[in-house]
């Protein structure tokens, strides 16, 4: 509505600084984790800030974001820096071709395509290529999921190129409007890679 590691949720390894060189970190640099109801009010504020000033609605309220952080934690993933949430996605599962309004509040225990409801980055962390990192990293999760077969989201036409170059394809205009905002529906076919997964350590 962005090849760090072969496995996708692999922790990097962080070395402790010598007691001579002062000030320990207990705090890993960077990390990868799914999401949880207690990250909700942090997700909610980097959405708002980073959709309302675009298009004047969010993709999920904070009541949403906490339904689909309890419902399907693992189908979310954050990007923290020294501690810091400072991009994240989330997802749920669907279980139809294309997406209707339904798909914007529901979570279908038996789908088998995960609806990316929205990938954000924190305002002070933009324009590092965080996004395309954290998606190319969330899509190999997906490939290691076996009951995952395709990933599909909308978004603005100014961000399909966007999503083209992390492999999505287009899959036509979305039925869903929100106001006076229309969408592009796009997919990532999990299933045809299933090459990666037999090799990514999954």
């Known amino acids: 509505m962005s090849v760090v590691s072969a496995v996708p949720f692999m922790k990097p390894l962080h070395m402790r600084s010598p007691v001579h060189q002062g000030r320990r970190h207990t705090l890993p640099a960077s990390e990868f984790r799914s999401l949880s109801p207690e990250d909700a009010i942090s997700v909610f504020e980097i959405e708002r800030e980073a959709f309302i000033s675009v298009s004047g609605e969010c993709p999920l309220h904070l009541d949403e974001v906490r339904h689909f952080l309890t419902l399907c934690p693992e189908l979310s993933l954050g990007w923290f820096e020294e501690g810091r949430l400072v991009a994240f996605i989330i997802g749920s599962l669907w279980d139809q071709e294309r997406l209707t309004t339904d798909a914007l509040t529901l979570h279908k225990p038996h789908g088998?395509?995960?609806?990316?409801?929205?990938?954000?980055?924190?305002?002070?962390?933009?324009?590092?290529?965080?996004?395309?990192?954290?998606?190319?990293?969330?899509?190999?999760?997906?490939?290691?999921?076996?009951?995952?077969?395709?990933?599909?989201?909308?978004?603005?036409?100014?961000?399909?190129?966007?999503?083209?170059?992390?492999?999505?394809?287009?899959?036509?205009?979305?039925?869903?409007?929100?106001?006076?905002?229309?969408?592009?529906?796009?997919?990532?076919?999990?299933?045809?890679?299933?090459?990666?997964?037999?090799?990514?350590?999954?």
């Open 112 to 202: 088998t395509t995960v609806h990316i409801h929205v990938l954000a980055v924190h305002r002070t962390f933009r324009q590092q290529g965080k996004g395309s990192i954290l998606m190319w990293r969330y899509l190999q999760y997906l490939c290691c999921l076996p009951y995952v077969r395709r990933a599909v989201l909308m978004c603005e036409d100014f961000l399909v190129p966007f999503y083209q170059k992390l492999g999505f394809k287009v899959q036509g205009p979305s039925e869903i409007t929100v106001g006076p905002l229309t969408f592009i529906e796009l997919f990532y076919p999990v299933r045809g890679h299933a090459f990666m997964r037999r090799n990514s350590g999954c």
